[in-house]
């Protein structure tokens, strides 16, 4: 599977708030790195993390572009709300062995309605 389509595969998982579906996709030992936040390592850490993510927020996942070079796939999405983002996902063997996004993480916090830390306002 190339991957472009492990990409397409996981906007779909995640829009359907999936986190097993999700989590099926990354390697054992896969490490997903969300800049905002620390590096999460291990398929199980990753799908906890996902678990958490979707109780406390309602995502969509809304493809602007896929591109593909090699092993990395890139997307390029935005949400219902006006967030923007960009992932990158290195794919070995039909799975994501690393991934890391960059999105802006006060505005999904306040557009969410969630907490904001003190240290961030």
Not at 62 to 83: C, Q, S
Request: with cysteine; charged share 30%.
């Amino acid at each position: 599977m190339s991957p472009r389509d492990v990409v397409r595969q996981w906007v779909d998982a995640f829009n359907q708030a999936d986190p097993d579906a999700l989590a099926a996709l990354y390697a054992e030992e896969a490490v997903n790195h969300q800049v905002p936040e620390e590096p999460v390592e291990g398929r199980r850490s990753i799908l906890e993390m996902f678990e958490r993510e979707f109780e406390n927020a309602d995502m969509t996942c809304i493809v602007e572009n896929i591109f593909e070079d090699g092993e990395w796939a890139i997307l390029e999405w935005r949400d219902p709300l006006g967030l923007r983002g960009c992932g990158f996902f290195r794919v070995k063997g039909g799975k994501i062995v690393f991934q890391r996004g960059y999105w802006d993480k006060l505005s999904f916090l306040r557009q969410h309605g969630l907490p904001i830390p003190d240290t961030m306002e």
